[in-house]
Nanobody
Framework: QVQLVESGGGLVQPGGSLRLSCAAS????????LGWFRQAPGKEREFVGV????????YYADSVKGRFTISRDYAKKTVYLQMNSLKPEDTAVYYC?????????????????WGQGTQVTVSS
């Protein structure tokens, strides 16, 4: 059984930084993508970015490109989302998800495994 556990959310001022972690367990992820999504109140869940576990290829949503960075640690089986230059519109619950690497990896319906989410609030 795949388990994904996010951590690292919190309250940060505009322009600040946060690093989210997603600890993965339950299977090998060699042909998987580990994605980050977010959902703000009253909005649909949206793609933030994804990393291919093997090879480390990354893709990002235009709204976070240049500000967010995804990385992974093989030994700890953990994926990170480094968020810099945060804006109030980045406020959302952030989710980690896993799926076999197929297509563009931007559709949340393509992900079978999800973490519980962690709240990120950007406010002064």
């Amino acid at each position: 059984q795949v388990q994904l556990v996010e951590s690292g959310g919190g309250l940060v001022q505009p322009g600040g930084s946060l690093r989210l972690s997603c600890a993965a367990s339950g299977r090998t992820f060699s042909n998987y993508g580990l994605g980050w999504f977010r959902q703000a109140p009253g909005k649909e869940r949206e793609f933030v970015g994804v990393i291919r576990w093997s090879g480390g290829i990354t893709y990002y949503a235009d709204s976070v490109k240049g500000r967010f960075t995804i990385s992974r640690d093989y030994a700890k089986k953990t994926v990170y989302l480094q968020m810099n230059s945060l804006k109030p519109e980045d406020t959302a619950v952030y989710y980690c998800a896993a799926a076999p690497w197929v297509g563009t990896m931007v559709d949340p319906d393509g992900y079978a495994y999800w973490g519980q989410g962690t709240q990120v609030t950007v406010s002064s």
